[in-house]
């Protein structure tokens, strides 16, 4: 197989010794929303965790090639989501405006729906959830630097491993995410590629991310990071993520909550109820196939995006239907697999509520509401 390979060193300090820290199984490519007819085309690959003891780096050391992750049944869009835009709006007004003038060059890298890129150098260069997508990470940011004006800024927001430990929060790892970040792990990161940070604060994006922002390193610009910094970091080495322990204990954790997650819905099930899904993001491919919970436990998923109606959820095949569903059938329980909005959701769907549906989130515990 030419599309998949297993690194055996750490992608950023390269001559790292990786200890696996879990094992999700095979898993098909989490965005890769099929039609009946790619059922039997459809190919898995080994997805693992591991630690680095050299770096403290936090990765999935297996890696699929981008032609196969993000081909055209590719189905994301950052526009589709009405918080993610709302963040974004309050993330150019608050990290990016301060710091540029009207005539200053912005550079977004892999803003998803519309990427500039230019050769000037640019006062501020943003990546968001970009990091994590990168094999060669390094590489990619002495490329952010080669970039970047000498007193220019590079903003960058990525999940903050802390959480994922935290909520027990598995279903965050697919392929395409290949690095889950600590700030400990990303200041050696950042360090090797000549970048500084200076400053970190933790925004509510994927439950926690981490927004960092770094200058580039030398002698003269001794801007020294910001208490929050500090915090942060100080936070990190309370909780051991230098040490492998905690990741370790995770994997564990995630073992666990399969079988109860599992066995909720399957006795609902025997009971004869009605279960859904009600989002299909890449999230609820890694939930689904790692719980083996397929078309016979859930009817279908309910999601907004156009590019998913129609199709089915990778591995598990179950169907995606749009929004419409909710009002014309019987739902007794819906599997809230973007729990990441469930504030919004809640509120949106109180008429369901009311009525008597009741919405299972499996995070950060798995309850009933
Ligand atoms: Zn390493």
């Known amino acids: ?33 099929l039609k009946r007819e790619d059922f039997d085309a459809e190919k898995r690959y080994p ?3 591991a630690y680095c003891r050299d ?34 709006k309050r993330y150019a ?15 977004d890298i892999g803003g998803n729906d519309g990427t500039l890129l230019s050769f000037g150098h640019a006062k501020v260069i943003t990546a968001n959830n970009v990091l994590a997508h990168v094999d060669d990470v390094v590489d990619f940011l002495r490329g952010v630097r080669h970039l970047l004006a000498d007193d220019g800024t590079f903003i960058f927001e990525v999940h ?34 000549g970048l500084e940070i200076f400053d970190a604060e933790i925004v509510p994006m994927h439950g926690r991310s981490l927004r960092v922002k770094a200058c580039k390193s030398r002698v003269e610009c001794v801007k020294g990071a910001t208490q929050s910094y500090h915090d942060i970091l100080a936070a990190e080495l309370v909780a051991g993520l230098d040490k ?30 009605v279960i859904i899904g009600y989002g299909a993001p890449a999230k609820g491919t890694t939930l689904l196939n790692y719980c083996g919970i ?31 569903l909710l009002d014309s059938d019987r739902i007794d329980y819906v599997l809230l697999l973007s729990w990441n909005y469930a504030d919004y959701i809640l509120e949106k769907e109180k008429e369901l509520r009311d009525a008597g549906t009741k919405f299972i989130l499996p995070f950060p515990e798995i309850s009933v509401v």
């Open 47 to 49: 997805l693992t965790l």
């Open 160 to 193: 903050w491993v802390k959480d994922l430990l935290d909520r027990t929060g598995y279903d965050q790892i697919y392929h395409e995410h290949l690095c889950y970040f600590s700030l400990y792990s990303l200041t050696r990161m950042l360090d090797a590629a």
């Open 244 to 273: 492998a322990d905690p990741y370790i204990a995770f994997g564990h954790r995630v073992e666990a909550k399969r079988h109860v997650l599992r066995d909720l819905l399957y006795d609902l099930k025997d009971g004869g109820a």
């Open 93 to 107: 007004e608050e990290a990016v405006f301060p710091l540029v003038s009207k005539d200053d060059l912005v550079v």
């Open 294 to 324: 397929g078309p016979e436990t859930l009817d279908c998923v309910v999601d907004t995006s156009p590019l998913k109606q129609g199709r089915y959820v990778p591995g598990v095949h179950v169907p995606v239907v749009g929004p419409e």
């Open 1 to 33: 197989v030419t599309d998949y390979h297993r690194r055996t060193t750490c992608r950023c300090c390269k001559n790292g010794d990786l200890t696996q820290v879990l094992d999700l199984g095979l898993m098909p490519p989490a965005n890769a929303f």
């Open 55 to 88: 770096c403290a780096l936090i990765q999935v050391p297996d890696v699929v090639d981008p032609s196969v992750l993000f081909n055209s049944a590719y189905a994301y869009e950052t526009g589709v989501s009405v918080p993610m835009v709302e963040h974004f």
